[in-house]
Each structure stands twice: as C-alpha cells, then as structure tokens.
C-alpha cells in the first residue's frame, strides 16, 4: 500500500513583518525577497510530507496581485498540493495585512515544485514519496488541478531544455557594435 498525508499535515504558515530594508524603490515589499520567504516555507512543507531532503526545481506562475507596504504583514501559507514518484508540487497563498487597520488581502499565488534526493535527511536511493489527501474544500480544488499543471510542466520543461541548449556560455558577454 502507498504511503499518504493529507495536505493538512504538510501546511506551513509564516508571517513576518515587512520592514523598510525589505521594500523595492516603489516602497513595495522587494519580489526578491519574498521569493526567498516562498521558496523557504514551501521546503518546510516538502520536509513535513516526505520527510528527507529536497531541492526546488522550480517555482510556477508567482502572480503578484497586490503589492505588500511597508509596516504591514506577509503571511506565506502552503501546503503540499500534489506528488508524483519523487517530485511533489507546494501550493502557496500569500496574505497581506494591514496591522494599524487589521485589513487582510490576497498578495500573491504560486505553486512550487521540489525533488525528493538521497540526503543527509535520509540516504535511501530507491523511495516514492507520499500521496497527497486533500481534506477542505478549497485543498480539493487545488490539488485537483495538480495532474494538469504536472503535465504542462513537464511539456514547458523539454522546450526549455531545447530553448537552453542554443545558448551560449560565452563569458564575458559583449555589446560591441551594439550601442547599448
């Protein structure tokens, strides 16, 4: 029988204050820095539903829908949202709050991908990861999207591939000629 935990066993809730060091020149929290926020809770997620080491493989649609200000909170929650042999998908909600006024918002939505590796977490080379249980009805709605964002990815993966194999890796890069 295959392993399973439910998306409630993986979720990660983080919330920090945004600070002026955070802000882009706009006075808007930096995307950079929120990336780093994601990308940290969704591999706390990951290591709650597998339970062994991962690396992110990539990082999907982050859709910014409204901007995070200063003195207000980011609330990064996830959870583990679909999984498939070693690979497993974190979907990410981010939450904005106003704290003079309590106002929460939408900020940004995104899914993350991870690969499960042999690790100092666990060395197994041969493993499947759990299945996902989705238990609300918002978690259902998500992970039931997750088998057609799988096969998107992987499709948009072998035409990056072909895209990356044309590239040059030529150092230093040069504008000669160019004018710019």
């Not at 100092?120 to 039931?144: D, L, S, Y």
Request: with cysteine; aromatic share 8%.
């Amino acid at each position: 029988m295959t392993e399973a935990r439910t998306c409630r066993e993986s979720r990660v809730i983080q919330t920090h204050r945004i600070f002026p060091f955070d802000l882009n020149p706009f006075g808007y929290l930096f995307g950079g820095k929120l990336m780093t926020l994601i990308d940290d809770a969704a591999s706390i997620a990951i290591s709650r539903h597998c339970r062994r080491g991962a690396v992110t493989a990539s990082l999907d649609n982050l859709n910014f829908l409204k901007p995070l200000h200063a003195n207000h909170s980011v609330c990064v929650k996830c959870y583990v949202s679909g999984s498939h042999n070693k690979s497993m998908e974190v979907f990410v909600k981010v939450i904005g709050e106003d704290l003079a006024t309590g106002e929460r918002y939408l900020a940004a939505t995104c899914f993350t991908t991870f690969v499960a590796v042999p690790s100092h977490m666990n060395e197994e080379k041969q493993f499947t990861v759990p299945h996902v249980v989705p238990e609300t009805e918002e978690e259902k709605m998500v992970c039931g999207g997750y088998e057609k964002r799988r096969n998107h990815r992987l499709k948009e993966r072998t035409e990056y591939q072909n895209f990356a194999a044309l590239l040059s890796t030529d150092l230093p890069w040069s504008d000669e000629g160019t004018g710019d």
